[in-house]
């Protein structure tokens, strides 16, 4: 095998333009983190778009730009405003990603967005088969390149795809109100492996491609006549030791070295000891819920007014997709409920709700997760939920209740947390008292086994099964061809 491309819409690396220079800084994110093993060992070429598009690129510095990015082993896919508008606003955000995420409401239909997810999508297509070679093993990321293993492989049907959806696949009878449906499908079994966060995912899909396209399919294996192609669920781990460590390193800082929040949150464990902080992390995004979980903690207020001035809210929204139109209003949803709850109920000692809409520096993300006796995450629907993950992680005396949402991927491998249905304000009521009086006992013992599991399926392990179940695929196929 030659060396691996991996294809994702982002690069894993920041540009930044200034008077002295380019400067190319690898990002954290789960992706970049996961393939970082992959990305690091032997030859690997990352293959995105770079974060600047054309008109935000000065013609004059573009190669002093690749060669910011070759530094990382990266190469970039150049897009223009309007095909962003096309592909990445119009197609993959609002007609992928709600209908992915059950928001049927939300999904557009237009002919413009296909016809240019279907052009951007070949655009990345020909920059792989240009900077790649017949023996690479080639890994496409997610639901803005859906059309690419199949593009990929007409050209050059030898070559190796693996494909890995990091949101849910719907049930068939949402996916099949797509227009392009049968396209969509097709471009997927390009790939030789096709990769779920979880088996009800991949379960939606094959029930898809049986019903739409009506190929054989046998047990995870689709027959597509002169290949295989192979379904599985791999659900995506964390940097465990990264969030562990990170955590045993903040625990150890002298309160003089302490970040500006760390301080603010301790001196809130100081003034109010038996206040009860949850936490809730997400990007501002309709599928997270967030405005659900406010109107679900007013209700829980209402109904247990003795937690009055001894539970508060911290929502972390992370700033994403402002240009759709569905985030501008939810973001003014948000501010509202969270303006209307505190403004009814705040006392001078007690604000219920903590309200930042921002990224945080990795250090103070670390800063929540240890300070926080609770997180309380609730999506309406989301692929995984890596926060979940990464709250468990950092809790190092084992303490700490987490309160996930059954429609989260990562209910299906966290049992010990807390199952709640988001829609279901009664239970989650119920839940938060059950979270706020655990006894520490039972929180240790929940955790211990959360912890264990996340430890051993990490990130990298995920990484690796994959290409591990890609690799023994075209060996399986090599053997269905010469039969
Ligand atoms: P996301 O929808 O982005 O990912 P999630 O899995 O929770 O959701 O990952 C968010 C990441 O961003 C976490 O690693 C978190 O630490 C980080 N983050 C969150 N808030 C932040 C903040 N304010 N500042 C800085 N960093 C912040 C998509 C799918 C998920 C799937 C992942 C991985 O929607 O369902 O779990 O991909 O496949």
Known sequence: MGKTIIISNRLPVQLQISEGGIVATP???????????IHNSGESLWIGWSGLTDEETPEELNDAINIALEKHNCSKVNLSQEEMEGYYFGFSNRTIWPLFH???????????????????????????????????????????????????????????????????????????????????????????????????????????????LGLEVSFNDINIGNRVVKVDSFPMGIDYK?????????????????????????DHKISAPDTKLILSIDR?????????????????????PEYKEKVRLVILAVPSRSNVPQYQLLKKEIDELVGRLNGELSTVNWTPI?????????????????SSDIAWLTPLRDGMNLVAKEYIATRIDKTGVLILSEMAGSAYEMNEALLINPNNFEHQAETLKKAITMPKKEQMARNMFLQKRLERYNVEVWAQEFMTALKNQIENNEAFVSK
């Not at 990002?27 to 093993?37: D, E, F, N, Y």
């Not at 990264?242 to 949150?265: C, G, M, T, W, Y």
């Not at 903590?354 to 240890?370: A, E, G, Q, T, V």
């Open 27 to 37: 990002s954290v994110g789960g992706l970049a983190t996961g393939m970082k093993s």
């Open 102 to 212: 059950y928001f049927m409401e939300y999904t557009e239909f237009e002919l413009d967005f296909w016809e240019s997810y279907k052009s951007v999508n070949q655009k990345f297509a020909d920059a792989i088969l240009e900077n790649s070679d017949e023996d690479d093993i080639i890994w496409v990321h997610d639901y803005q390149l859906m059309l690419v293993p199949q593009m990929i492989k007409e050209k050059r049907p030898n070559a190796v795809i693996g494909f890995f959806l990091h949101i849910p696949f719907p049930s068939y009878e949402i996916f099949r109100t797509i227009p392009w449906r049968e396209e969509l499908l097709s471009g997927l079994l390009g790939a030789d492996l096709i990769g779920f966060h979880t088996y009800d995912y991949e379960r939606h899909f094959l029930s898809s491609v049986r019903r739409l």
């Open 242 to 266: 990264k969030f562990r460590d990170a955590a045993i390193a903040h625990n150890a800082l002298a309160p003089e070295n302490r970040s500006v929040l760390q301080k603010r949150l301790d």
């Open 284 to 304: 501002l995004d309709y599928s997270k819920g967030i405005a659900k979980r406010i109107s679900a903690f007013e209700y829980f207020l209402n109904k247990y």
């Open 354 to 370: 903590w309200y930042f809409y921002r990224s945080m520096p990795f250090k103070n993300l670390i800063d929540l997760y240890i």
